[in-house]
C-alpha cells in the first residue's frame, strides 16, 4: 500500500515551512517548501518508505536554514530528536558539506565531490532522496526552459551555468551509475538529464 499521509509527515512538512520559511526557489518566488513537498510526492510515488519520505522532506534543512543565532548542531539536534537518528543519518548523506573532516572550508566544486564520494557508503534510503531531488529539480528547470522566451535567463540562475549545471546533474547519474543503483528513479533522472542536454 502506497504511504500518502500520515502525522509524521504532516510534523515534517510543518518543521520543514518553519525553517525554510522566507526562502524561496532559485530566480522564482515560489515559496522554497514546494521542493521538499515535491520530493516528498516523489518518493511516495516509488512506494518508499515513511522514513524515506521524511527525510525528503527534511533534506535541506541542515544545508540551507543555518540562520538567526541557529547552527547546523542546533538543526540536526532538533532532527534526530523529532525524527529519530535513520531519518537524521539519511538527510545528513545528502547535505553538501561546508567544511572537511579537520574543518578546512570546501570550495563549491570540492562540496560537490565530497557529496559524489559520500553516495558510496550512503544507505539506500539516501540514494532515493538523492534521486528524487535531483528529479524535481531537472524536472522544473527542463519546464522553466520549454516555458522560456529566453533559456540563458534560466541557466543564469545557477552559479555554474549551463555547463556547470549539467556537469552536476551528469555526475550524480554517473556516480550511481558507478555504484550499481539500479532503480526505475535513476532512470527518470536519466531521461530528463537527457532531456536537458537538448535544451539552449
Known amino acids: 500500500m502506497l504511504l500518502g499521509y500520515s502525522d509524521r509527515i504532516n510534523h515534517a512538512l510543518a518543521f520543514a515551512a518553519k525553517h525554510h520559511d522566507g526562502q524561496v526557489r532559485k530566480g522564482t518566488k515560489l515559496p522554497y517548501l514546494t521542493h521538499p513537498a515535491n520530493v516528498a510526492i516523489i518518493l511516495t510515488r516509488y512506494g518508499q518508505p ?49 567544511t572537511d573532516e579537520d574543518g578546512v572550508p570546501l570550495s563549491s566544486e570540492d562540496q560537490k565531490a565530497d557529496y559524489l564520494a559520500r553516495l558510496a ?48 546533474y551528469t555526475g550524480v547519474v554517473d556516480r550511481l551509475d558507478a555504484l550499481a543503483w539500479r532503480t526505475p528513479i535513476l532512470e527518470e533522472l536519466r531521461g530528463q538529464v537527457a532531456a536537458l542536454v537538448t535544451q539552449t
Open 50 to 98: 515513511e522514513d524515506t519520505v521524511v527525510a525528503g522532506i527534511l533534506h535541506d534543512v541542515v544545508e540551507d536554514c543555518v540562520r538567526d543565532g541557529v547552527s547546523a548542531h542546533d538543526l540536526e539536534d532538533r532532527i534526530g530528536r523529532k525524527f529519530g537518528h535513520e531519518v537524521l543519518q539519511t538527510v545528513l548523506s545528502v547535505t553538501k558539506r561546508r
Open 121 to 168: 557508503d550512503a544507505g539506500d534510503a539516501a540514494r532515493w532522496v538523492c534521486c528524487a531531488d535531483k528529479v524535481h529539480n531537472s524536472g522544473a528547470l527542463l519546464a522553466d526552459l520549454r516555458r522560456a522566451y529566453d533559456p540563458a535567463q534560466v541557466w543564469g540562475r545557477f552559479s555554474g551555468g549551463r555547463s556547470g549545471t549539467m556537469q552536476w
